[in-house]
């Protein structure tokens, strides 16, 4: 849990922890409770390294090209 907050801190997780720090002291300076919320989630994004990183926040794409490709046989059926 250590090395997950000492390590891997890039361009968005920072942006992330300051957004969050300004919104949690403007909340507190305004005992505003939604902007506080939010400020404690963008935190909290930001120390556990949770959320979207530079892939989106879409399913990872399986990049294996393969090209077996099964031949599917038709038969045709007559009506009388």
Known sequence: MLANLTQNWGFMRIIRLLVG????????????VLIGI???VLIGMALFNMGCGPQGCGVPRNESKSTNSDEIEYEEIHSK
């Not at 720090?21 to 505003?32: N, Q, T």
């Open 21 to 32: 720090g300004y919104a949690l002291f403007e909340a507190i300076r305004s005992s505003d």
């Open 38 to 40: 939010m400020g404690t």
